[in-house]
Nanobody, 127 residues
Framework: QVQVVESGGGSVQVGGSLRLSCEVS????????VGWFRQAPGKDREGVAG????????YYADSVKGRFTISGDTAKNTAYLQMNALRPDDTAMYYC????????????????????WGQGTQVTVSS
């Protein structure tokens, strides 16, 4: 049974940093995309960042480029999202998803392409 568990969320002030973790058990996501998504109240879930663990290729939403970094530790079956220079519009529930598109590619942010999802971790940025 595949389990995806996010952690690391919390409340920070504008300009602060957080590092989210995504621990995966029951599956080794080496050949398919691992993605971070977020959903703010009243808004659709959107892709934040994706990584192809086998090759290290990374993808980012324009809104987070230069501020967020996705990484992975295949030995630990864990993905991370380092978030710096946080802004109030980064406030959302953040979700990790695995078994996404092979090699990620242009569909990395397509939520329908991911099979397993975590329950999410809340990030709140206050001014």
């Amino acid at each position: 049974q595949v389990q995806v568990v996010e952690s690391g969320g919390g409340s920070v002030q504008v300009g602060g940093s957080l590092r989210l973790s995504c621990e995966v058990s029951g599956y080794s996501p080496r050949n398919s995309c691992v993605g971070w998504f977020r959903q703010a109240p009243g808004k659709d879930r959107e892709g934040v960042a994706g990584i192809y663990p086998g090759g290290g290729t990374r993808y980012y939403a324009d809104s987070v480029k230069g501020r967020f970094t996705i990484s992975g530790d295949t030995a630990k079956n864990t993905a991370y999202l380092q978030m710096n220079a946080l802004r109030p519009d980064d406030t959302a529930m953040y979700y990790c998803a695995v078994l996404g598109p092979p090699y990620c590619g242009r569909d990395w942010a397509d939520i329908s392409r991911y099979k397993y999802w975590g329950q999410g971790t809340q990030v709140t940025v206050s001014s």
